[in-house]
């Protein structure tokens, strides 16, 4: 069983094909504050918060690889498509790139990979992991294939070096990336659920 992680994908879920269309974006902080309060929950029963000192360094040699190629095929994609229109974004925008890169991770690694390693196994969950996060993205094709190969490489390094810190900051950059890339046709204005569908 994967409780909380079903529980995360209901409340986000939930808000993206139901809830949003009908509510002020304010609202947005009643389903973030229920998917916090779940992650931490859940941490605070297993005493894992994705920070283990001694995996940084390993984590930080992994992510920064994986960061080089994920930019190399980004960049590249959208040079051969022609949309990549390289510019210099805010440091205030790419800090909040990292504060919501490290929340995604931390509940990628801490509860959805935990949780589908314990109901499956060790490498079962490094896939089913990845599928349940890329599921909140659906119907939006680009994010849900990015979000799914981004998790299949993040969840392999954090099983092996257990520190989201790496892992923020290349989900960062794998952000600014896509933004950079790509127009937003392509990537369907960044939006999820029925926003997408409505866009």
Request: hydrophobic share 60%; with cysteine.
């Amino acid at each position: 069983m994967m409780p909380f992680t079903f529980a995360i994908l209901a409340t986000v879920l939930g808000y993206t094909w139901v809830a949003k269309p009908l509510l002020p974006d304010v609202y947005v902080a009643v389903p973030a504050a229920i998917v916090v309060a779940l992650g931490v929950w859940h941490d605070l029963r297993t005493g894992e918060w994705g920070v283990a000192p001694d995996a940084l360094w390993g984590a930080v040699r992994a992510s920064a690889i994986f960061t080089v190629v994920a930019l190399v095929v980004l960049l590249g994609a959208g040079a051969a498509l022609g949309t990549l229109r390289l510019q210099m974004d805010t440091a205030g925008h790419a800090a909040l790139l990292v504060v919501w890169g490290a929340a995604q991770q931390w509940l990628l690694q801490t509860v959805f990979l935990r949780e589908a390693q314990r109901a499956t196994s060790r490498r079962a969950g490094q896939l089913l992991a990845p599928l349940c996060f890329a599921a909140l993205h659906l119907p939006n094709p680009f994010l849900a294939a990015a979000t799914l190969a981004g998790a299949l490489v993040w969840c392999a390094i954090y099983d092996r070096y257990p520190n989201i810190l790496p892992l923020a900051c290349s989900h960062a950059i794998a952000t600014l990336a896509i933004l950079g890339a790509f127009d937003s046709a392509t990537i369907g204005g960044l939006q999820i659920g029925l926003a997408y569908l409505k866009r």
